[in-house]
């Protein structure tokens, strides 16, 4: 059940990426374990708790749910390009002000599906953030520091800061 | 941006110039997890390491009749098939007892199931294969032959003689039993105007934490060490077992433990699957990883809660509360888990039934019961969260009935500020608590009178708001009363190691873990403060065996009470150790002379003498210019443990206010509210996120999550997306009050603030939702988690 494998190419990250992949490999196990991109976490494999939330052709998606010869031709990014490219600079810095992770575990995720929302534009309102954030579980914080803070963020872009 | 309350610490003696005590500083380790560069254990890879995956039980209870491992063994990329009795030649079996809980009583537990499985999911087999992947296939080819045994299920028929006996050395299905009979509990009930009686049930749930539990073990056959990656609470005390039933010493291994993707309780015990995966290593002489999935999380993390308890309030016409009663039974699965027992949950419901009020008559009686479900042990707030639903169950049922006012009894009855030292009636001893207090305190926080009033209106448009309340008590800062008297290798004590880098900058070794809490920010706090520098100057190192000083870990809210006085201490002594160099540099006095802001000072006034980057070199590498026989020691080091009380007692209040869908019989969680006293507050950002984060930990007990059994001992929702968790959409915003009462067995004067969030919201929202549905005449709610259709059932909806 494992013979069938697949060349793919793909950015991730910005960078060129060539590899061979068993059909059944998940996008999430393929980074982190094929790209050694460990921010991208894995906490339910069954696309519930968004720990492996990543973009994918700008697009955020679980990296649970996606198999990695899905990804052949796409642009993949995740937690580490985000940061290197400051992106979201902004939404980290709030997050520790706001101590908005305990473990972190969920913190890629949660940015990741921050940015999305704040992408949009506009300064959604808390429970409108709260909706948005719904599907990435956090055990640590109870939510309501990281919805300070994804609250922040938009006012401080809103305000054109 | 709202950032809690900043206030200087209340303290003047932790009132340092440039103190850090009570200040909100971000902790210092949080860019690598925002960023995505954190190391979990998850994400360890060595070079030649193996991954694990276990064959596990589908019964509940069954013999194993045979293992036939053959086709695993030639299947792709597997390294070794191993089962039970295999595994028995490297680890020995562990029997979780503590001599301080008398009779305790329990089997031993070996790596691997040997001849039986005792639950659903419980290891027979283990294949270790190149890729995890490859392992999960290689254990579908591993044909166990079981004869099923029959299944006890049900703690109210574990005692019967007629249920089967689990453990058939141990005589009967009885772990544990304990009896309490305290003043004049009859007469108090025959004198009481009012007596409540109701049974209390709380479901079977287990922590989810967010990054399954994570093991790398490597055996390295040359150095004939170990060193295990562990995601943990306890890094000693895991060296500690890993040692002993490996038959190594333990100098021989070394646990280290970086980031952790959550733990609450759940990582600080002996795991069947994690200890095989150390003997795994040492068999196979190669690095070996496990990392359980979340299926495998569901059927053995452990379990917590899972009790019923038959509960009686009295009280007389004034609203004086004149005596608690309880029965409680729990069922912990077919072991009592080690080292730590599956006793202290229940004892723990015993010690703290009542533990807010001052009424002397109480009784109580307790028993844990073998069943073959998954293991229960304990899990944030271990017992609070039961405890506090009982008493004030009982306390807002005897409020309605005798038509008081749920806060105004607690006021008559709650113990008065100002009668500390004091006991409860179990003989929990108190040093300093602020019921009172902080009940005011809530009352204004939460515009009680305003709420009722709006309730009261919209009860006329058809609208159930409900506000409930939970004062509570929690065990924190525990001593050796806790584990170490009754014979288990878990120290009460912690340590912290503190040195002057040669650029003046300080580097802490502490023996308590980081989890996510914070411990690495208090403990920075509290050496930067005493010792005298900015923060940035000061560099945690937590997690380590080999490096860190001896120490407990993390659990009972014990990280920053007593990791933080021991870092406190440790950097008061290297100030003084300092303070001589420059001293002897300066040809001053040292007791004239103090570090502030990195630079030695004038203590009078300020005047700068010496920056501390300069006193390091000379010390380092001109000691030839200091005094002949004078010797720099630029390395200290001190223990602390809590002597005075057994435990540092906390307290608080919880408010909910909810709204009921009486149609749907959906909870709208509308605020929550909790002020507590935790002592001296070291950072006062930390402490609310704790609370918070354990509040909507109670909150998941008390609305959603329920580890679902048949009657068989099969788990009917063991995955995410049948065990509901709380997430972001349904959680309400929670607003924090402090009051603070320090202790002095610490200079610090800090307790402990992670379960007070876990311990009563349960029982405020559990309040909340009868106070809301009373108008309705519903049968009152006491059958945690309270789903919708509980709802309706009460309501006679359906
Ligand atoms: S790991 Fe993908 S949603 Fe949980
Ligand atoms: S910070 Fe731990 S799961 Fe969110």
Known sequence: MTDSAFDISLTVNGERVRERVDARKTLVDFLREDLALTGSHVGCEHGVCGACTVRVNGEIVRGCLMLAVQCDGAKVETIEGMSDSGEVADLQAAFEQRNALQCGYCTPGMIAAAQDLLRRGGVPSRDEIREHLSGNYCRCTGYHAIIDAVEAVAQARAGGR | ?798
């Open chain 2, 1 to 798: 941006m709202k950032i809690t309350d900043d206030s200087p610490p209340v303290l003047t003696a932790l009132d340092r110039p440039n103190s850090y005590i009570g200040r909100s500083v971000p902790r210092p380790n949080l860019q690598r997890l925002t960023q995505g560069r954190g190391q979990y254990v998850s994400d360890v890879a060595l070079p030649r390491m193996a991954h694990v995956a276990y064959v596990r039980s589908p019964h509940a209870h069954a013999r194993i009749v045979k293992i036939t491992i053959d086709a695993a063994k030639n299947a792709t990329g597997v390294i070794a098939v191993v089962t039970g009795a295999e595994l028995a030649k490297v680890m020995t079996p562990w029997v979780g007892v503590l001599t301080h809980l008398k009779g305790l009583k329990s089997a031993p537990q070996a790596p691997l199931a040997v001849e039986r499985a005792c639950w659903q999911g419980e290891a027979v087999c283990a294949v270790v294969a190149r890729t995890r992947a490859e392992a999960e296939d290689a254990c579908e080819l591993v044909e166990v032959s079981y004869e099923e045994l029959p299944a006890v299920t049900d703690p109210e028929i574990a005692l019967d003689g007629k249920t089967p006996v689990i453990h058939a050395s141990l005589g009967d299905n009885l772990c544990f039993e304990r009896k309490l009979d305290v003043g004049a509990v009859d007469k108090a009930f025959a004198e009481a105007d009012a007596v409540v009686e109701t049974t209390f049930r709380f479901g079977r749930h287990t922590g989810v934490t967010n990054e399954p539990r994570s093991v790398v073990a490597d055996w390295n056959e040359g150095e004939q060490r170990m060193t295990v990656y562990h995601g943990t609470q306890a890094p000693h005390m895991m060296q500690n077992l890993f040692a002993k039933h490996l038959g190594i010493a333990e100098h021989q291994v070394r646990v280290l433990t970086k980031d952790v993707g959550g733990s609450f309780g759940i990582k600080v015990h002996t795991y069947a699957d994690e200890m095989a995966t150390v003997a795994l290593s040492k068999l196979l002489k190669r690095p070996v990883k496990f990392v359980a999935d979340r299926i495998e999380s569901f059927v053995t993390d452990i379990h917590a809660r899972d009790h019923r308890v038959k509960a009686k309030i009295g009280v007389s016409k004034d609203g004086t509360i004149t005596a608690f009663e309880i029965d409680d039974l729990t069922g912990i699965g077919p072991y009592s888990v080690y080292p730590r027992t599956s006793g202290i949950e229940a004892n723990q419901v015993v010690n703290l039934v009542g533990g807010p009020y001052k009424c002397p008559n109480y009784r109580a009686q307790a028993r844990v019961v073998f069943q073959n479900k998954n293991v229960m042990c304990q899990y944030r707030a271990v017992g609070h969260p039961i405890a506090v639903a009982v008493t004030e169950g009982l306390v807002e049922l005897a409020a309605a009935k005798i038509g008081i006012d749920p806060l105004e009894l607690r006021r008559r009855n709650l113990i008065a500020d100002d009668a500390y030292p004091t006991q409860s009636a179990s003989g929990l001893k108190f040093e300093l608590l602020s019921h009172h207090e902080a009940l005011a305190h809530l009352d204004s926080m939460m515009n009680y009178a305003g709420l009722r009033a709006e309730q009261k209106k919209l009860r006329e448009k058809g609208i159930y708001r409900g506000i409930g309340f939970a004062s509570f008590i929690e065990v924190t800062n525990p001593s050796a009363a806790f584990y170490g008297v009754g014979g288990a290798r878990i120290t009460s004590m912690d340590g912290a190691t503190v040195k002057l880098d040669a650029q003046g900058a300080i580097i802490v070794h502490t023996g308590v873990t980081e989890q996510g809490q914070g411990a690495e920010a208090v403990v920075a706090q509290c050496v930067a403060s005493s010792f005298g520098v900015p923060l940035d100057k000061v560099r945690v190192i937590t997690g380590d065996t080999d490096n860190t000083p001896y120490g407990g870990g993390t659990w009972a809210s014990r990280a920053a009470g007593i990791g933080g006085e021991a870092a406190w201490q440790a950097g008061k002594a290297l100030r003084g150790n300092v303070l001589a160099v420059a001293a002897s540099i300066l040809q001053a006095k040292p007791e004239e002379l103090d570090i502030r802001n990195g630079i030695v000072v004038d203590k009078a006034n300020g005047t700068e003498r010496l920056p501390l980057d300069e006193l390091a070199r000379v010390a380092y590498f001109r000691p030839d210019t200091l005094p002949p026989g004078f010797q720099a020691e630029l390395m200290a080091t001190r223990h602390y443990v809590p002597r005075a009380w057994p435990f540092a007692f906390t307290n608080g209040i919880q408010g909910s206010h909810l709204e009921v869908d009486v149609d749907t019989g959906f909870v709208k969680l509308l605020k929550h509210w909790c002020v507590e006293d935790c002592g001296t507050i070291i950072n006062p950002q930390l402490v609310d996120e704790q609370i918070r984060g354990g509040v909507v930990q109670g909150i998941g007990a008390a609305l959603f999550e329920h580890c679902l059994y048949d009657e068989r001992g099969q788990l009917l929702n063991g995955n995410m997306a049948d065990y509901l968790v709380p997430m972001a959409a349904e959680m309400p915003d929670i607003e924090c009050g402090h009051v603070v009462s320090p202790t002095a067995d610490s200079e610090l004067g800090a307790k402990g603030a992670g379960e007070a969030g876990t311990a009563g919201a349960p029982a405020s929202v559990m309040n909340a939702i009868n106070d809301a549905l009373r108008p309705l005449g519903a049968q009152p709610l006491t059958d945690m988690p309270f789903t919708p259709d509980k709802i309706l059932r009460a309501l006679g909806k359906v």
